[in-house]
């Protein structure tokens, strides 16, 4: 067993694509999604200690409702853990699309994982700390579906560059379910195998074949999120813009690292309000 620390890191979620198919009788919508991670995200740190305890701290830290720290708390007491030490470095914006809480959640649970040698929660209690928990836990590119617990590995995606934007206004996800109108939309296609073959060409597929159905919903609630898509998608060399999950934040996909770090400084010089990192994402 290994000696504390145990550190995990909790990196941003990316919906390429997020389709609503449906909805269940107990409110909850049925997800059709792609989903893949940026190299950027918090980190949860865990020690032995007595009782439970979180301290939270990195450049978001201040933003924090206790919605998120609640998740990692509620983890720990998930896996019957009543005595360790959390913390918890903060640096993706809160209620912002990319997982966040769900990631925090997630690493959590692997982080207890090594330090106390207890087994992970039942599917079941990991669906019940939040939707994207059993992705934000599996860590790898997948096909997301039911209300987030259905999930199958991707094949080798391109190597694609992306940059993410958020305007630092928090969008509560239940807020933009609640304004979705359209809830029975088609399924996300199969991805043909020669789209993977070049981030160009995978990313005109994800442009033409897929969609998010949250926008109009998500815009309702933060219509400033118009600009955030205008900005991103009229930078040089971008191949997609789009909104990940319920929002606000927006990834745009490039072929290189240069370029991606290009629009990165472009956008950060247009708006340094706003919130821009620039990343490989996970294949
Ligand atoms: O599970 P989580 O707490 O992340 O979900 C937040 C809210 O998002 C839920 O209360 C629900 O309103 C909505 N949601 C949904 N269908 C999903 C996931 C989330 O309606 N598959």
Same mark, same amino acid.
């Given at each position: ?60 830290? *201040? #933003? ?6 609640? !998740?990692? +708390?509620?983890?720990? @007491?998930?896996? $019957? &853990? ?45 669906? *019940? #700390? ?6 934000? !836990?599996? +860590?790898?590119?997948? @096909?997301?579906? $039911? &209300?987030g617990d259905l999930l199958s ?129 996970q294949r």
């Amino acid at each position: 067993m290994p000696t504390d620390p145990v550190a995990e890191a909790a990196p941003a979620k990316i919906n390429l694509c997020l389709h609503v198919t449906g909805r269940r009788a107990d409110g909850y919508h049925l997800l059709d999604s792609l989903v893949t991670f940026a190299g950027v995200g918090d980190r949860v740190t865990v020690t032995h200690g007595k009782g439970l305890a979180l301290d939270v701290t990195g450049p978001e830290a *201040a #933003l924090l409702v206790p919605e998120a720290d609640n !998740l990692v +708390l509620r983890a720990a @007491r998930a896996m $019957g &853990v009543a005595d360790a030490q959390l913390a918890l470095w903060k640096t993706l914006p809160v209620a912002s699309g990319i997982g966040g809480g769900s990631a925090d959640a997630a690493a959590t649970l692997r982080a207890l994982l090594r330090l106390t040698g207890r087994s992970l929660p039942s599917a079941e209690k990991v669906l *019940a #700390l939040g939707a994207d928990v059993p992705v934000c !836990l599996a +860590l790898q590119p997948v @096909r997301m579906q $039911g &209300v987030g617990d259905l999930l199958s590995p991707l094949p080798r995606l391109p190597d694609i560059w992306c940059v993410l934007v958020n305007p630092r206004v928090p969008v509560p996800t239940p807020q933009v379910f609640a304004a979705l109108t359209t809830r029975q939309n088609p399924p996300v296609p199969d991805i043909p195998p020669e789209t993977l073959q070049s981030a160009a060409s995978f990313a005109a597929w994800l442009a033409t074949a897929t969609r998010n159905d949250l926008v109009p919903p998500a815009l309702t609630v933060a219509p400033i999120l118009a600009q955030v898509q205008t900005a991103l998608s009229t930078t040089d060399r971008c191949l997609l813009a789009r909104m990940s999950g319920s929002g606000g934040t927006h990834f745009g996909l490039f072929t290189t690292q240069a370029a991606a770090e290009a629009a990165g400084q472009r956008l950060r010089k247009a708006r340094p309000d706003w919130w821009i990192v620039s990343s490989a994402l996970q294949r």
